[in-house]
């Protein structure tokens, strides 16, 4: 396996704390448990480092004595309000949703990767794992599961899968798996994934529309051609800041080691660019601060931790610095009802 750097997107974890809290489980119970000590990492500016989002997971998994919490998680998340996402929605049918995925996917990660392998009549959905902790169970089982859910939610009807192939082992409960798949499984294969009928593919989508997704494609593929060159050094420094959520503090040393060059070149790059490292992370920081604090399901606690604070005080200060406002005032105003 060639190990890459690895994150999730990190508007995935809104959807994470809102799965708990409906199991009864508090976010903050896990956020103070929660240590990463990655490797490298990069893209896109809103991510979280994998081994982060997988330790979440692992604890929640944990704390609610449940080893199908992946499954669950997955017939949970209802998807991010991306282009992606956008253009999945208005595809002509399933099988055209799976292929935009699949074509377009490590815009949004490269922590694992869905293929497509046809045969006469079946055609195969195989998950690969870019890096070794994407092997892990909860990540493979959330995949699986949600691209079932993704299914039924785009067309309105059960999925029809084929036959589901899991690479570890048979739990001693699988219940929730037969449920939510409806079909033959098989444990200790070499690969996951699972089949349909080919004749399924055609299953048309509830909100298709042509004109929406000429719309999207364009900026789908420019963004699919930015990855595959060389990004700016402010571009890079902006990823990395973005990297250092979730307990881990951004600061110009360790961003310019990563770099590969002293703080000094990091300096005079970013001057060229007409920028600094201190504004950078400002701006990024409270832009992300604004769209969870509007977003209004996360609390301050939880807002702190993926930014990277060590403590809701130190984010508060931070906060009134950018906006003369505090966090409390910036939710109350956006109509959110939930309290810090």
């Not at 002509?92 to 046809?118: K, N, T, V």
């Not at 399901?297 to 702190?304: A, N, P, R, V």
Request: glycine share 8%.
């Amino acid at each position: 396996m060639t190990e890459i750097p690895a994150f999730v997107p990190a508007s995935k974890t809104i959807s994470f704390f809102s799965y708990i809290r409906a199991r009864g489980l508090d976010p903050e119970r896990l956020i103070g448990k929660i240590e990463s000590d990655p490797a490298s990492w990069r893209d896109p500016v809103t991510s979280i480092p994998l081994d982060v989002w997988l330790a979440l997971n692992r604890e929640a998994s944990r704390a609610l004595g449940d080893p199908d919490f992946g499954l669950g998680f997955g017939m949970h998340f209802w998807g991010m309000p991306t282009m992606l996402g956008h253009l999945m929605g208005a595809c002509r049918d399933i099988g055209e949703a799976f292929d935009a995925f699949i074509r377009y996917q490590g815009i949004e990660h490269h922590s694992w990767r869905l293929s497509r392998h046809d045969s006469s009549d079946l055609v195969e959905i195989a998950y690969e794992s870019a890096h070794a902790l994407s092997s892990d169970r909860l990540i493979i089982d959330f995949v699986l599961a949600n691209l079932v859910n993704q299914t039924q939610r785009l067309t309105g009807l059960p999925a029809d899968v084929e036959s589901v192939h899991f690479a570890y082992a048979r739990p001693i409960n699988v219940n929730l798996h037969e449920k939510i798949f409806r079909s033959p499984i098989e444990f200790d294969h070499v690969r996951s994934f699972f089949t349909v009928r080919k004749t399924s593919l055609s299953t048309p989508i509830l909100g298709a529309s042509e004109a929406v997704k000429e719309r999207l494609v364009e900026p789908l593929e420019r963004e699919l051609r930015a990855h595959s060159v060389e990004r700016s050094v402010s571009g890079k420094v902006a990823e990395a800041i973005a990297r250092r959520r979730g307990g881990k503090a951004a600061d110009s040393v360790s961003v310019a080691a990563e770099l590969g060059m002293g703080v000094r070149d990091l300096q005079l790059k970013l001057k060229a660019e007409g920028t600094t490292f201190h504004e950078l992370r400002e701006s990024f920081l409270k832009e992300m601060a604004l769209g969870y604090l509007c977003d209004g399901t996360l609390g301050l606690k939880e807002i702190s931790f993926l930014l990277g604070f060590s403590e809701p005080s130190a984010f508060h200060r931070a906060f009134v610095r950018w906006t003369g406002r505090t966090p409390g005032e910036v939710r109350g105003t956006s109509g959110s009802t939930r309290l810090p």
